[in-house]
């Protein structure tokens, strides 16, 4: 597995060739406390660098799941449409929401490594 790279909206993303794999941080969930519900991106859909990709829901909110690069959507992860609570057990691991072939790799320098977001993250909860 590559470098663990992460955006300012909480977006975790890795990258295996040309295929990243996006989901959202354990800071993310922490924020939104017990996740119950998660929409994904259909298979196909082009989606653009800070993009609006699926949403999650919260007992304390809904937030909207953005996409750190531009791609298109190559798998989803359904196991967490089934039971979302996986989200909040596993955030930056087995409950990846989806994996995009990317369109321009350049945008990878765009985000925040794992020392930089920890930063940021705390920055901006406090």
Do not use: C
């Not at 989901?23 to 993310?28: D, E, L, Q, R, S």
């Not at 809904?62 to 909040?88: F, H, L, R, W």
């Amino acid at each position: 597995m590559s470098e663990v790279k992460f955006s300012k909206e909480h977006e975790w993303i890795t990258l295996e060739g040309d295929v990243a794999t996006i989901g959202i941080t354990k800071h993310a969930t922490e924020m939104l406390g017990d996740i119950v519900f998660a929409e994904l991106p259909d298979r196909g859909l082009n989606v653009e660098k800070d993009g609006t990709a699926g949403v999650v829901e919260s007992t304390k909110a809904a937030s909207d799941v953005y996409t750190p690069i531009s791609g298109e959507v190559v798998d989803t992860n359904q196991s967490i449409v089934d039971d979302p609570a996986k989200i909040n057990e596993d955030p930056e691991g087995a409950a990846w929401f989806f994996k995009l072939k990317i369109k321009d790799i350049s945008e990878l320098d765009t985000l925040m490594n794992r020392e930089e977001y920890d930063k940021f993250a705390k920055e901006t909860s406090s």
